[in-house]
């Protein structure tokens, strides 16, 4: 487990860093219209396979751990209910930010043990989750939380002389 949490550290680190960089910001610009970035000169094609360069490498590291942690890492080990439950994942917590996603594993991880004697109905209530989330919270977690923290910011500076 102290090799999973200071792996989770690591890549924490590095994403955080990445996005407050300028290859972040140009990960944003093209996220956000690819056009308007290939005016500015973004090479918008090269961006995207870094992007995904990026992602694969992470998702190497995850399942190396996984194979570490299970003893052995086969196609039997990925089934639709766990490509579901990843994407719950990175729904609800918010898949534009390093925290959002962090928050999002955190609080699946925590619901899947606490509802274990629903097994069954896992892809129920996930899809569930799912669908409140993007109805009600389009920007998950990290979203619900940063508009909470505005408003009380805005209240504070309203109450203050």
């Given at each position: 487990?102290?090799?999973i949490g200071a792996a989770l550290l690591t890549g924490v680190y590095i994403a955080r860093r990445m996005a407050d960089s300028k290859i972040g910001r140009t990960y944003r610009a093209v996220r956000e219209d690819e056009l308007a970035a290939?005016?500015?000169g973004v090479n918008v094609n090269l961006y995207k396979i870094s992007a995904f360069v990026v992602s694969a490498a992470y998702a190497g590291v995850a399942g190396a751990l996984?194979?570490?942690?299970?003893?052995v890492a086969s196609p039997d080990n990925?089934?639709?209910d766990?490509?579901?439950g990843f994407l719950c994942m990175s729904v609800v917590?918010?898949?534009?930010?390093?925290a959002g996603a962090v928050a999002g594993a955190l609080a699946l991880t925590v619901l899947s043990e606490v509802l274990r004697v629903f097994q069954g109905f896992r892809l129920i209530i996930y899809g569930t989750i799912l669908i409140f989330t993007v109805i009600f919270m389009p920007t998950g977690l990290a979203g619900f939380f940063e508009g909470l923290r505005a408003r009380f910011r805005r209240r504070k500076e309203e109450s203050l002389p």
């Open positions: 487990f102290y090799l290939g005016a500015m996984f194979g570490s942690f299970a003893g990925f089934t639709f766990d490509s579901v917590g918010g898949n534009c930010t390093v």
